[in-house]
């Protein structure tokens, strides 16, 4: 029984079974990583208080928009072409990292840069270049997902993604205990998305 679920779990077998696994794993990551984030939310916006907690997801957001930029479906583009074209996949893999390299660098950059401009909130400034750092670590764990859905190994994914929720909120609730602000929750952030990239 037990070596049953293992070969329905991590092997890909028939064109069914694949998606079904690869749908599970998806499915699985998914929803664990976001049931901790969750809970480090609400923590957290307990323990900052409104303002502050408004504060870092004002910063966030201001990030998380210069993420929708950085991609402009490069994870895609790449599995799809190394799904259709298995022999050059060498190639697309080099050329979509250097592309989206270059990108995320740029949009990084843009922020430390401009972060006294992008907003008036004195409180906010410090903490934008903080969470700029996560475009980069971000861009590159997208980057690898898309090089795990064109190999078909969504279990990798699954698992990087519960093992970054798991990650964020043991590391922003202990900062949060040890320094309630918004800069010790952004250095959290970033420090939990470069361990696992």
């Known amino acids: 029984m037990f070596k049953r679920i293992k070969l329905f779990l991590f092997r890909n077998i028939s064109t069914r079974q694949t998606i079904?696994?690869?749908t599970l794993w998806l499915f699985g990551g998914e929803v664990g990583g976001r049931i901790l984030k969750v809970a480090l939310i609400v923590i957290a916006a307990r323990i900052l208080g409104t303002e502050s907690w408004g504060i870092f997801a004002y910063v966030l957001a201001i990030v998380g928009l210069m993420t929708t930029f950085s991609?402009?479906?490069f994870s895609a583009i790449l599995t799809r072409e190394t799904v259709q074209r298995p022999e050059e996949k060498e190639k697309f893999i080099s050329?979509?990292?250097f592309i989206k390299l270059a990108i995320i660098l740029i949009g990084t950059t843009f922020?430390?840069?401009s972060a006294g401009?992008?907003?008036?909130?004195?409180?906010?400034?410090?903490i934008l270049p903080i969470v700029a750092l996560l475009l980069i670590f971000d861009g590159l764990r997208e980057f690898g997902f898309s090089i795990n859905r064109a190999f078909e190994k969504m279990e990798w994914e699954a698992v990087i993604k519960f093992i970054t929720g798991a990650a964020q909120a043991i590391l922003g609730?202990?900062?949060l205990i040890i320094s309630p602000s918004p800069i010790s929750l952004a250095i959290a952030y970033v420090a939990d998305r470069k361990s696992v990239v």
């Open 71 to 73: 991609d402009v479906s």
């Open 173 to 175: 609730i202990g900062a």
């Open 20 to 22: 079904a696994k690869n």
């Open 111 to 113: 922020i430390i840069l």
């Open 95 to 97: 050329t979509t990292f």
């Open 117 to 126: 401009h992008l907003t008036k909130l004195a409180a906010a400034r410090p």
